[in-house]
């Protein structure tokens, strides 16, 4: 396939660009700057400017784009940057994709979101037909689907992938947790209680490519492992795999002094499950978080 990938030098990014080229497909990075090889094309989405024949040459898009949320302290600014970065980069691809000819259009737009679009749920376990919940992201991620609107009114398949916490020593939720567990300064985050809806990032990478293929899946997928865990599941797990202890919890408060407006969504409880994707087919390599973890420091 001809697969056409924005947000190709994040966490996500540049593993999947990997990973499907070692496959065999051709795959067209966008980027922000003037292009330097043959397989990048710029584009500025802040001002909606895209080639439409750069959209007519794939057979897919990938969107992955979007400023890191737990990259930084959250302000007003920079709350401003992670919507603004994930709606005008969905919007530029979705109405180019629209305005090409039928017969030039990709078949599928695979769209990022993320499991915020729940909110906090407690205990309770939601799906993907769960209606969008209250709070920052869960508002980011109403405007940030429907922002791939023209392309699905145009006729092409759009799937919103709801994507959880992809597991991987290199980045992610776990990449800041390693140093202080193994320092043994780490512990649960609040009351632990909160669910945490983990992915193996091999996981992830084969959902992706599972979805590009599957013609008949389409809306939101919940792009999560199938055994969500608590935060204090999920501590005591990282620290019997360091051999480290994990007997210092970090208080709400100092998170909020720390975070900033971030806090509030490192304690918010997902108990998100992937129905689509189980209902599809989907076949996990890592379905519980001990081989996930084991994966995501070793591999």
């Not at 302290?73 to 000819?101: E, F, H």
């Not at 990709?106 to 729940?118: E, F, I, K, R």
């Not at 087919?281 to 978080?289: E, T």
Request: with cysteine.
């Amino acid at each position: 396939m001809r697969i056409l990938l924005a947000g190709a030098s994040g966490f996500l990014g540049t593993r999947l660009a990997d990973h499907l080229t070692a496959d065999g497909h051709r795959v067209t990075r966008l980027v922000r700057r003037p292009a330097r090889t043959g397989d990048e094309r710029q584009w500025n989405p802040t001002a909606a400017q895209l080639d439409p024949a750069v959209g007519a040459d794939a057979d897919a898009v990938v969107n992955l784009a979007g400023a890191g949320v737990g990259d930084k302290r959250w302000n007003d600014a920079y709350k401003r940057l992670i919507r603004s970065s994930r709606v005008d980069s969905t919007t530029t691809l979705a109405i180019t994709i629209a305005g090409l000819p039928a017969a030039d259009r990709p078949t599928v737009l695979l769209n990022s979101s993320a499991v915020g679009w729940y909110g906090n749920t407690g205990d309770r376990v939601v799906e993907e037909d769960a209606p969008a919940g209250e709070g920052f992201l869960a508002d980011v991620c109403r405007v940030w689907e429907a922002a791939t609107r023209p392309a699905e009114d145009a006729g092409v398949r759009v799937v919103r992938l709801r994507t959880g916490l992809p597991l991987h020593r290199d980045g992610g939720l776990l990449k800041p947790q390693l140093l202080p567990f193994r320092l043994g300064i780490a512990g649960r985050l609040g009351s632990g209680r909160q669910w945490l809806p983990w992915i193996s990032m091999a996981d992830w990478l084969r959902a992706a490519r599972f979805l590009l293929d599957r013609d008949d899946v389409a809306g939101a997928v919940n792009v999560v492992g199938p055994a969500p865990v608590t935060n204090a599941e999920f501590t005591r797990e990282l620290a019997r795999q360091l051999h480290r202890p994990a007997v210092v919890p970090i208080p709400a408060l100092a998170l909020k002094v720390a975070l900033g407006g971030f806090a509030q969504e490192a304690l918010t409880s997902a108990r998100v499950l992937p129905a689509v994707l189980t209902r599809a087919g989907f076949a996990y390599h890592h379905p519980d978080l001990p081989s996930a973890l084991h994966a995501a420091l070793n591999d």
